[in-house]
């Protein structure tokens, strides 16, 4: 079984950034693809970025494409969501998740484990 755990949400001010950082044990981290996605009230979750087991691949929404960038540390089990010029419109739950595929995907199917989530909210 494999656990993820989100930190680094908090309330940031339009313009500002948030570091989100997404802890992974129980496997072998390097062996899974990882994303990350977000859901809003009243909102479906919404696919963001994903990280290729090297992180040598990435992919991005075109919501976030230029303003968020996603990394990750195989060594120290992390993936890392580095969010900049954060909009209102950002703020949500944020979720980390883990992927048996071998290159980024952006289905919620596509995930096989979730963490919890981490509230980001951006004021105006």
């Known amino acids: 079984q494999v656990q993820l755990v989100e930190s680094g949400g908090g309330l940031v001010q339009a313009g500002g950034s948030l570091r989100l950082s997404c802890a992974v044990s129980?496997?072998?981290?390097?062996?899974?693809?990882m994303g990350w996605f977000r859901q809003a009230p009243g909102k479906e979750r919404e696919f963001l970025t994903s990280i290729s087991l090297s992180g040598d691949s990435t992919k991005y929404s075109d919501s976030v494409k230029g303003r968020f960038t996603i990394s990750r540390d195989n060594a120290k089990n992390t993936v890392i969501l580095q969010m900049n010029s954060l909009k209102p419109e950002d703020t949500a739950v944020y979720y980390c998740a883990a992927s048996y595929t071998t290159v980024p995907v952006s289905t919620i199917d596509g995930y096989r484990f979730w963490g919890q989530g981490t509230q980001v909210t951006v004021s105006s």
């Open positions: 129980g496997r072998t981290f390097s062996r899974y693809t």
